[in-house]
């Protein structure tokens, strides 16, 4: 299985940016898949996450209202719409690929395949 992120770049406060991360090697429409971020010496955190099926999703407190998850199923892929860019988005951010059934995961273990990563930088 391999996810390939990109997307990612420098923008000022204010603006947007859409993430894509395309899949294969698996049945891409029967995972959930996730996006989390990174930021350097800190956890892992989850972002947004959306069903096989394309709804429902959930997302992060710090995120709902700016940022939209979506998905295309027929091309293998998982977009980020991210708008109204705050400089604390900034960060490595990474999809996944759920392990499992789970509906909505949102635990980094509940994953089993990741991206490389794509860093996203906002300025203030």
């Known amino acids: 299985v391999q996810l390939q992120a990109s997307g990612g770049g420098l923008v000022r406060a204010g603006g947007s940016l859409r993430l894509s991360c395309a899949a294969s090697?698996?049945?891409?429409?029967?995972?959930?898949m996730g996006w989390f971020r990174q930021e350097p010496g800190k956890e892992r955190e989850f972002v947004a996450t959306?069903?096989?099926?394309?709804?429902?999703?959930l997302y992060v407190d710090s995120v709902k209202g700016r940022f939209t998850i979506s998905r295309d199923n027929a091309k293998n892929t998982v977009y980020l719409q991210m708008s109204k860019l705050k400089p604390e988005d900034t960060a490595v951010y990474y999809c996944?690929?759920?392990?499992?059934?789970?509906?909505?995961?949102?635990?980094?273990?509940?994953?089993?395949?990741w991206g490389q990563g794509t860093q996203v930088t906002v300025s203030s």
């Open positions: 996944a690929s759920s392990s499992g059934p789970g509906f909505l995961p949102t635990r980094k273990d509940e994953y089993s395949y």
């Open positions: 090697g698996r049945a891409f429409s029967s995972y959930a």
């Open positions: 959306i069903s096989p099926s394309g709804r429902p999703t």
